[in-house]
């Protein structure tokens, strides 16, 4: 996968990236969920499971031998809640917290903990802007103004008055119509490096795929260890498309319809 070939692929239509261009039984993927696995929602609990993702994740996971893991902004558990026990790993908080295996421990880096004041600060300017919401994380927390895009700016310099005078111990991270504060360091690029680390994953390509800033890390990341960084709406115009490419990796067997799954 690190051929000249596959380097163009990677920066290109993922169109082509075939069953033949890709050899599962040497691959690991990474995946982002929001966006990515799963359309945007208009908040993070509205999100929903298209019919046919966990059969597809399942075969996907059998067919690289185990090597499949959700690098994701959300919390651990809740990607438990929306995939239950698919993915092998997964990487939590933008890979703050890590659970390398299923049952596994969560392992969290050890970072400074959110400024108590912030987060009542927070509380008390969400409540004031109708529409916006606070996301707390055990890493951060995010300002979500979807439902008020009136209220980016605000929320922006609010999240930078917080964090200028730590002197980059934390930061904002610009996220999908939200503005995302934690502490500098750890990011999906490392998430990436440290499962290939590990098995499943060690000795594979990593294919990672994302759709937001956050994720260009881990499709850096990717690259340099030789696999494919792809992202959405780049190389897959949508998170279904991308759905249908994945699903077309492991079609069902005697299914002959496009993507092969029912
Ligand atoms: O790394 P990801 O898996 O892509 O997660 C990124 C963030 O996703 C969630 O927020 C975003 O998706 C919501 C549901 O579609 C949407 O309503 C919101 O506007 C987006 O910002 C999640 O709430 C965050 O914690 C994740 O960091």
């Known amino acids: 996968m690190a051929s000249t070939e596959d380097k163009s692929l990677a920066s290109g239509s993922a169109a082509r990236l075939s069953r033949d261009h890709l050899s599962l039984s040497q691959a690991a993927f990474l995946l982002d969920f929001d966006g990515t696995l799963v359309d945007i929602a208009p908040t993070p609990e509205a999100v929903i499971v298209p019919p046919g993702l966990k059969e597809t994740l399942l075969r996907l996971r059998e067919a690289c031998d185990g090597a499949l893991a959700v690098i994701t902004g959300r919390p651990v558990p809740q990607i438990d809640e929306f995939l239950g026990d698919i993915p092998f790993a997964v990487a939590g908080e933008h890979g703050i ?24 600060e927070a509380q008390d300017l969400v409540a004031s802007l109708p529409g916006t919401r606070l996301e707390r994380k055990v890493g951060g927390f995010v300002l979500h103004y979807r439902a008020a895009p009136e209220s980016e700016e605000v929320l922006k310099r609010a999240a930078e008055a917080w964090v200028a005078p730590t002197k980059g111990t934390f930061h904002v991270q610009a996220a999908k119509m939200a503005w995302e504060i934690r502490p ?19 000795g594979r390509k990593p294919v ?6 956050t994720d260009e890390d881990g499709v850096k990341a990717a690259v340099s260890l030789g696999g494919l960084g792809l992202r959405i709406p780049a190389d897959f115009p949508t998170p279904a498309s991308f759905r249908s490419w994945l699903a077309s990796l492991v079609p069902v067997p005697g299914n002959t319809s496009p993507g092969g799954s029912k």
């Open 97 to 120: 917290a890590i659970r390398h295996r299923p049952g596994g421990p969560v392992e969290r880096a050890a970072l400074p903990p959110v400024p108590t004041d912030w987060i009542r």
């Open 184 to 202: 500098a360091g750890i990011d999906k690029g490392y998430a990436v490096r440290l499962l290939m680390e590990n098995a499943p994953f060690t």
């Open 208 to 213: 990672f795929v994302g759709d937001d800033v």
